[in-house]
């Protein structure tokens, strides 16, 4: 068994420089003297629309996009699932609750397969809805 004895002030020199090693990555990390701008904004990335409308990626031409959705009422556990049709590419997909419900949990909201998007929870008196976001290009 090996044993590390350190004086007192060896261990606290070791523990107030980590201290300060951290502080200095949080500073750093941190990035900005504004709390109101914590970290990145739309115009320091590329590819990404800004509230202006500019900065957008290019949408290719002969795309075309529509939201598939399926709806289901009141059963206490559910799993939903949406699928696009054939042809077309889903691209994302996503999970809602709406209703008087105090009482919902989302389990789960991901791609099943290439095209299609689950969602799965419990809930009562909550209307679910499942989305999927499918694509083709011509």
């Given at each position: 068994?090996v ?11 070791i523990?107030?420089v980590s201290?300060?090693i ?19 904004d ?6 990404v629309?800004k ?7 290019t ?11 399926i ?20 691209v994302?997909?996503g ?14 909201s ?5 095209d ?23």
């Amino acid at each position: 068994m090996v044993t590390l004895k350190f004086s007192n002030r060896a261990l606290y020199t070791i523990i107030v420089v980590s201290v300060l090693i951290v502080s200095i990555g949080i500073a750093y990390a941190y990035g900005t003297s504004t709390p109101a701008t914590f970290g990145h904004d739309a115009g320091e990335l590329t590819g990404v629309c800004k509230t202006d409308g500019t900065g957008c990626p290019t949408i290719p031409s002969g795309l075309s996009c529509r939201i598939a959705s399926i709806e289901e009422g009141y059963p206490w556990s559910y799993t939903l699932d949406v699928s696009c049709n054939a042809g077309e590419t889903m691209v994302s997909g996503g999970c809602k609750l709406s209703g008087e419900s105090v009482s919902s949990l989302m389990i789960d909201s991901y791609p099943l397969d290439a095209d299609t998007w689950r969602c799965r929870g419990e809930t009562y008196q909550s209307i679910k809805t499942a989305y999927a976001i499918c694509c083709t290009l011509s």
